[in-house]
């Protein structure tokens, strides 16, 4: 029987991506879920549970930590963490695009762009950080500085020039 697809799909993930979901994952057991518990403990001692606001609150935010934590420690169970360090310091002028690369590029209007390739536990597109699964970075991938690299956009084919990659 074939198993769910999120199992079976690599969770690429960079070290601070990792540490990230480490630190949240500890937030929720070691601060939020205690405080949570002890506001329900408090109001389900105070009698009638049916109408009592803090207990139906706690209950149902006590759910939701719940399901995060068992989110998050799916992820980091199935995380494989690449750690880019050695290669920035055995190739520091690293020119080809792997996963954990920041790579600056020029569109055909001569606009550049910014972005770092990183797991999808770590996606913001603020901080132009894109998934490895996104169209954009399955094109740039294993692609070098000086390559014309031709992506899909929802407005069509785009043409694109690697300008820099780096490695942090």
Same mark, same amino acid.
């Given at each position: ?118 797991? @999808? ?43 820099? @990659?780096?490695?942090?």
């Amino acid at each position: 029987m074939r198993q769910n697809y999120a199992m079976e799909a690599k969770n690429y993930i960079t070290p601070l991506g990792h540490q990230r979901l480490k630190d949240e994952l500890l937030q929720l057991l070691d601060k939020e879920r205690p405080e949570i518990v002890k506001v329900v403990h408090w109001a389900a001692s105070n009698g009638d549970r049916s109408e009592n606001g803090d207990y139906i609150y706690g209950k149902k935010r006590l759910r939701e930590i719940d399901r995060r934590i068992r989110f998050l420690n799916q992820r980091l169970e199935h995380a494989l963490v690449v750690d880019n360090s050695a290669r920035a310091k055995a190739e520091p002028n690293s020119e080809q695009i792997f996963f954990g690369a920041t790579v600056t590029f020029c569109d055909d209007q001569g606009k550049e762009t910014t972005i770092t390739i990183v797991g @999808v536990d770590e996606v913001d597109l603020e901080k132009g950080y894109v998934s490895w699964v996104s169209p954009i970075a399955k094109a740039l991938i294993k692609s070098r500085v000086g390559d014309s690299v031709k992506i899909q956009t929802p407005t069509g084919t785009k043409e694109i020039d690697i300008v820099e @990659v780096n490695y942090q």
